[in-house]
Nanobody, 124 residues
Framework: QVQLVASGGGLVQAGGSLRLACAAS????????MGWFRQAPGKEREFVAA????????KSADSVKGRFTISRDNAKNTMYLQMNSLKPEDTAVYYC?????????????????WGQGTQVTVSS
């Protein structure tokens, strides 16, 4: 098993930046593919970005492509989401997740473990 703790959320003005972190503990972090999802009030949880075990392959949703960057540091057991040029529509609770299967997971159902979420609010 792996335990995930997301952090780094907050209130930021449109056009600003935030960096989210997801710290993992438990089983070897590099054994898991990782992903970020978000859920806005009244909406379903949606895919944001995913990264494979080594960090050599990533995938981002079209809505964040060119603005958000997913990365990981296996030596620090941590995954990151650098968010630039934030927009009000990025406001949501952001969740990190881990999956045991190889490759990139684009659906929430493909993930086995979830962090508690961190709130990101972008004001206009």
């Amino acid at each position: 098993q792996v335990q995930l703790v997301a952090s780094g959320g907050g209130l930021v003005q449109a056009g600003g930046s935030l960096r989210l972190a997801c710290a993992a503990s438990g089983r070897t972090f590099s054994s898991y593919g990782m992903g970020w999802f978000r859920q806005a009030p009244g909406k379903e949880r949606e895919f944001v970005a995913a990264i494979n075990r080594s960090g050599g392959s990533t995938k981002s949703a079209d809505s964040v492509k060119g603005r958000f960057t997913i990365s990981r540091d296996n030596a620090k057991n941590t995954m990151y989401l650098q968010m630039n040029s934030l927009k009000p529509e990025d406001t949501a609770v952001y969740y990190c997740a881990a999956r045991s299967q190889l490759g990139l997971g684009l659906r929430s159902t493909e993930y086995d473990y979830w962090g508690q979420g961190t709130q990101v609010t972008v004001s206009s």
